[in-house]
């Protein structure tokens, strides 16, 4: 018997369902600057170390945006591996800083499950997200809206290439 996890799909969801990210993720100096970067983030609070060490943070913040992200992306897995598209988010707060170093968690709970009004594969998912540093301080909190597959929807059909061919390792024979 092959056993598949294929995420969850619209039916697997309930309203008060929690689900915490099996894994963490530690933010690094590289991860912050090559962001920064990338975004073209010009506040030197992101990348100036002796500029930052005259704030009352002392060093170098992580870019909020790169919270938003990451934490973001630990919830996936859980909540929208089978996701259409994400239709918004909402009410993005930032309660406490978050540091190069510091390892973010997810934990997602379900608000709202329906089905979608113009494609019948399809419903919609809210939900909010908290990011929890290794320390279980809330970093950020947010919701988030997605449009999700059904489990029967043609667009999921496990798409696996299955062979007939048999193994040929790990025989009781050694052979």
Not at 72 to 90: F, K, P, Q, R, Y
Not at 99 to 115: H, K, P, Q
Not at 122 to 150: D, H, P, W, Y
Request: hydrophobic share 40%; charged share 25%.
């Amino acid at each position: 018997m092959s056993v598949q996890w294929r995420g969850r799909f619209l039916e697997d969801f309930e309203v008060g369902d929690v689900y915490r990210s099996r894994l963490g993720r530690t933010i690094t100096e590289t991860d912050n600057t090559w962001f920064t970067c990338l975004t073209m983030n010009t506040n030197q609070m992101h990348f100036n170390r002796e500029y930052a060490a005259r704030t009352e943070f002392g060093e170098p913040l992580v870019v909020s945006s790169l919270t938003l992200a990451v934490v973001l992306g630990l919830s996936v897995a859980d909540t929208s591996e089978n996701a259409v598209a994400n239709l918004g988010w909402g009410d993005i707060k930032l309660p406490m800083p978050v540091f190069a170093g510091d390892t973010l968690w997810a934990e997602s709970e379900v608000l709202a499950v329906r089905d979608s009004r113009s494609r019948p594969s399809c419903g919609i998912v809210s939900i909010r997200t908290r990011g929890l540093n290794q320390r279980a301080e809330v970093v950020i909190e947010f919701t988030r809206s997605f449009m999700l597959f059904k489990r029967d929807a043609p667009e999921v059909a496990d798409s696996f290439p299955a062979s007939d061919a048999p193994w040929t390792v790990g025989l009781a024979d050694g052979g």
